[in-house]
């Protein structure tokens, strides 16, 4: 690789500093409710609430802002949603073309986002092999580079910057994170998390969803381990596989990986829409039921850990999903009734 894990831990404050006033430095909350059901101090970083949807704008704005400055004219890339969106609006900020390649079974609400931001939308099969020989066969046609949703370094990077506002405003407010909760797709935010907390004392958690869990795995078998993701609910993390690079800086420094169903995550989407009063997607959502999950195995909590970070990685949700959701019952939300009552 053209990267030592040394030099993208030395990008993550470079790229904080250029992507100041381009991005949104997105508010920290925090409930009463959660933090009784957490035993804990919880912080949520509100990335939900970041230009196009996600914390994946970070990571493509610095990637594709470093590709303009070299002379390209186009980026092409592919994800299951909301890295396209981000590339597609970061390309259309500096003038390049877009070409986004998005599985046939993706979110409508993330397709309609990608081409409304301008970008060539391509779909594709259902799992990332068929979408990057997709990529692979359009890169080579135009000669445009590919902006990789988990293996670039500059969108690790650009994603660990939003764990360093996070872990920076705790620290001011005289709170500082003793663990950490990413959610997990392939690889690169939680890579970017345990960048940005390294040296800091914090210990860093992934979320993965049952089935979808190629990082625990992986860190398992010491290598990394290919699955057949399951369906859910957070359709932003079911990549088949972890990304090399995320790998190579998480394995030996992640703290564990918490495995998480859909009526966790599901409860956790509640929990943010009633008791933050934002909308969060069940991708981002999963690392709140991470944090609660971590919790009830008295992993996080009274005596061991007492302010717990947690990313709400997106909000890009469609609104039958939210309507669903929003009207399941289950024993969590049973418990925060009781605590408000």
Known sequence: M????????????EAARWLAGRVIRTPVLRSPVIDGLAGA???????NLQNGGSYKM????????????SGHTGVIAQSTGNHAIAVALAAREHGLTGTVVLPVDAATTKVDRARAAGARVVLAGTDVAERAAVVDGLSDESG????????????????????????????????????????????????????AAAGRGIEVYGVEPVGCDSLARSLAAGVRVPVAPVPTIAD???????????FAIVRDVLRGVVRVDDDEIGAAFRLILMELRVLAEPSGAAGLAGALRLAGEERVGPGRQRTVGVVLTGGNVEASVVARLSTQRSATVTTVEGMAA
């Open 41 to 47: 101090r919880v912080l949520l970083k509100a990335e």
């Open 58 to 69: 970070r990571g493509a704005l610095r990637a594709v802002g470093r590709l303009a400055a």
């Open 144 to 195: 445009h580079p590919v902006v990789d949703a988990y293996d670039h370094p500059d969108v690790i990077a650009g994603q660990g910057t939003a764990s360093l506002e996070l872990i920076e405003e705790a620290e001011r407010a005289g709170t500082p994170l003793d663990a950490l909760v990413v959610p997990v797709g392939g690889g690169g935010g939680v890579a970017g998390a345990c960048l």
């Open 2 to 13: 053209s990267h030592t894990v040394g030099q993208v831990r030395a990008d993550v404050e």
């Open 236 to 246: 932003g993390l079911r990549p088949s596989c972890v990304g090399e690079l995320p």
